[in-house]
């Protein structure tokens, strides 16, 4: 079983950056697949950002291509999502999820474990 946990959030301009990182516990981390979503108040979840279990393929919506970055650190059962350039439309809350294995999918509920989620706010 693995917990996860969300931090980075916070209020910033449009155009500026976060950093969010997600930490891990329990045992084999690196033999998961790790994705983030957001969740806009009255949307749906969205798929934002998922990396390989190897670190070798990252996986974006286009809506963030070339803007974020993920990243994973297996030593340290981390994963980061580096958010440059933020628009308004990407306030949301985040949140990182993980299934076992290098299934990649960008369906929610193709995830067994999520974080309890971190704010984001871009200003306009």
């Known amino acids: 079983q693995v917990q996860l946990g969300e931090s980075g959030g916070g209020l910033v301009q449009t155009g500026g950056s976060l950093r969010l990182s997600c930490a891990a516990s329990?045992?084999?981390?690196?033999?998961?697949?790790v994705g983030w979503f957001r969740q806009a108040p009255g949307k749906e979840r969205e798929f934002v950002a998922a990396?390989?279990?190897?670190?070798?393929?990252?996986y974006y919506a286009d809506s963030v291509k070339g803007r974020f970055t993920i990243s994973r650190d297996n030593a340290k059962n981390m994963v980061y999502l580096q958010m440059n350039n933020l628009k308004p439309e990407d306030t949301a809350v985040y949140y990182c999820a993980a299934v076992l294995g290098s299934h990649y999918d960008r369906a929610p509920n193709t995830y067994d474990y999520w974080g309890q989620g971190t704010q984001v706010t871009v200003s306009s």
């Open positions: 329990g045992r084999i981390f690196s033999s998961y697949t």
């Open positions: 990396i390989s279990r190897n670190d070798d393929t990252a």
